[in-house]
């Protein structure tokens, strides 16, 4: 499988991203974003997380710009697989390839540790590994972390099975860190080919960094 990483001045975790792609065995490319085209054999393409940028204007606001989001846009039309993490997730809300927008935490503070995730939606690749309910560990580390989308499109997102993942405690019980409406960590688009959450399931690859739960999370894309 190849994995394609894009990367943005100030990008900054498209390395470990890398690793754990590597670390499940697939091929792996870096795409600098001045790049007008994705690498032809892109089986997944990964927008990796960090502050494309520098987070001027909104976090993502300037990255959808760059001349390599034209290619991503048509990339994830023709029914292309698109992870975003992080501010990739904030890069792909800009770019409207998925629904809803993240704004400052509502704490106004950068939130950097391990926290709970609920499973709510394993039907898609990426979490086909999980079952719906389970609880996994995967660090965060945002200040514009705070999902919102108006009530209509909450109920879009409910009805079409697109959230994805709940903040929770250990227990599977909401526990928000950021503010986002109804606790929402991730969620997909309507076709479920594009894919956004603020934790860093890159970053929980082995037992040793504190979870080797984002494990589970990656190899969906890997045996789709």
Request: glycine residues 10%; hydrophobic residues 35%; contains cysteine.
């Amino acid at each position: 499988m190849k994995v394609s990483i894009l990367q943005f001045p100030g990008t900054n975790c498209e390395y470990d991203t890398q690793y754990a792609f590597k670390k499940l065995g697939a091929t792996t490319q870096i795409v600098w974003h001045r790049s007008e085209s994705i690498p032809s054999d892109t089986d997944l393409l990964v927008v990796a997380g960090g502050f494309s940028y520098g987070d001027y204007l909104r976090s993502g606001a300037i990255a959808k710009f760059s001349p390599v989001m034209k290619a991503v846009a048509s990339y994830a039309q023709k029914g292309g697989k698109v992870l975003g993490i992080c501010n990739g997730f904030q890069v792909l809300t800009e770019a409207r390839l998925l629904p809803g927008a993240l704004k400052r935490n509502e704490g106004l503070h950068f939130i950097s540790k391990h926290h709970h995730l609920r499973v709510e939606n394993n039907d898609n690749l990426f979490l086909k590994k999980l079952n719906n309910g389970d609880v996994v560990n995967i660090p965060i580390a945002h200040h514009d972390g705070n999902y919102y989308i108006n009530e209509e499109g909450l109920r879009e997102l409910e009805e079409n099975g697109q959230i994805l993942l709940r903040y929770t405690d250990e227990n599977g019980e909401i526990k928000n860190p950021n503010g986002s409406v109804e606790s929402i960590a991730g969620v997909c688009n309507k076709e479920k080919n594009v894919f956004g959450l603020m934790p860093h399931p890159e970053r929980a690859m082995e037992e040793v960094l504190g979870s080797a739960d984002g494990v589970a999370m990656l190899q969906g894309f890997l045996e789709s």
